[in-house]
């Protein structure tokens, strides 16, 4: 994946109705901002970090 321009990820809905508790980056676990509705996922970098161009890892809960 390309990672985007801004800070914010934009993704389709969990099609399995599940609802996130938390998202942290797997290396070095900064808290990660989401917003999930019905119809999108949104994931956002905290403001000193930045997408790695080669892999960005988020763990969901």
Known sequence: M?????KTLHLPPLNDGRK???ASLL?????VKFRQSDEALELTLPADMKWDPVDTVIELK
């Open 2 to 6: 390309i990672p985007p321009d801004g």
């Open 20 to 22: 996130l508790i938390s």
């Open 27 to 31: 290396l070095g676990g900064n808290e």
